[in-house]
């Protein structure tokens, strides 16, 4: 079988870069992606040589950025098989601590860009490339899936990707071989509750939560290993038939498993209240 050729946002540090790095171990091409052009030319990556690896400057709130990386990756490759959007960070503090600013960048980085390089992936492995098809793997978070304090906005861009995905999911052809698959890790040891994250300005009305503290405190505490992290994610990568969503970590599936008892449990609590609102006589369809 050819190699396969991976494109990664956000590839100069954290999953991304890790990523990268087991793509062209396992002897797949990679194009390697970030929003600074200095710092993704600058990034090294053991193996890599003209023939596997592309890196390119590709800022998700650019659309042309992300359309000309698409190009540079069809000029040398000739096609893209995996798209993974990794690109992202998070916004930490209380909701009235975030400037309008502050939120409108985050979902402009985490959902919006996500959407631009989501629709130029589609446009490349259906229509500009032979045979046609590709996975597109989408970094969510537990945090897509559960509301946690201090990442409110962070949480919503998550959701919204989760929402946008799962409904993708079901208007694209069969017969155009393209897959979505939903990556929804936990806490893990890179420099995404570090260096990465941006925090918010203090409120005095929030003084029992210091976003600041907490992220310390965690910061490479986290359970998860980022290169096994990665294994997974690869793994899920080249399955036939990928699923749409998946937690990675051992605190992020005990997360979603806790939540899906609450949901069962809260559903059913109101099942008469939420099944009594039919018209009179009214029969569904078959």
Not at 43 to 58: E, K, M, P, S, Y
Not at 173 to 179: D, F, S, V
Not at 252 to 273: C, G, H, P
Request: hydrophobic share 40%; with cysteine; aromatic share 10%.
């Amino acid at each position: 079988m050819s190699p396969r050729v991976f494109l990664i946002t956000g590839a100069s540090s954290g999953f991304g870069h890790y990523y990268a790095q087991e793509v062209l171990a396992r002897g797949d091409y990679v194009v390697a992606t970030a929003r600074d052009a200095a710092s993704v030319a600058a990034t090294r990556f053991d193996g890599a040589n003209h023939t596997n690896h592309l890196a390119v400057r590709l800022d998700v709130t650019e659309r042309a950025s992300t359309e000309a990386a698409f190009e540079a990756a069809l000029a040398r490759f000739g096609r893209v098989d995996v798209v993974v959007n990794n690109a992202g960070y998070g916004l930490a503090g209380c909701f009235e601590e975030y400037t309008d600013a502050q939120m409108r960048q985050q979902m402009d980085i985490n959902f919006f860009g996500l959407l631009d390089v989501t629709r130029t992936a589609l446009n490349v492995m259906r229509d500009r490339q032979r045979p046609c098809g590709g996975l597109i793997q989408q970094v969510t978070s537990i945090g897509g899936q559960r509301g946690v304090p201090l990442f409110s906005v962070y949480c919503a861009s998550k959701w919204a990707v989760e929402g946008f995905t799962e409904s993708l999911s079901h208007e694209l052809k069969p017969e155009w071989g393209i897959r979505l698959t939903l990556l929804e890790p936990g806490g893990f040891r890179t420099d995404w509750a570090g260096r990465s994250m941006v925090f918010a300005d203090r409120h005095p009305a929030y003084d029992h939560l210091d976003s600041r503290e907490r992220m310390s405190k965690r910061h490479m505490n986290q359970a998860g290993d980022p290169v096994k992290a990665v294994r997974a994610m690869y793994e899920l990568a080249v399955m036939e038939d990928p699923p749409l969503r998946v937690v990675i970590g051992t605190d992020a599936y005990a997360a979603i498993m806790n939540k899906v008892d609450q949901y069962e449990l809260n559903y059913k609590r109101f099942e008469s209240l939420s099944n009594s609102t039919d018209v009179d006589g009214y029969v569904a369809p078959q």
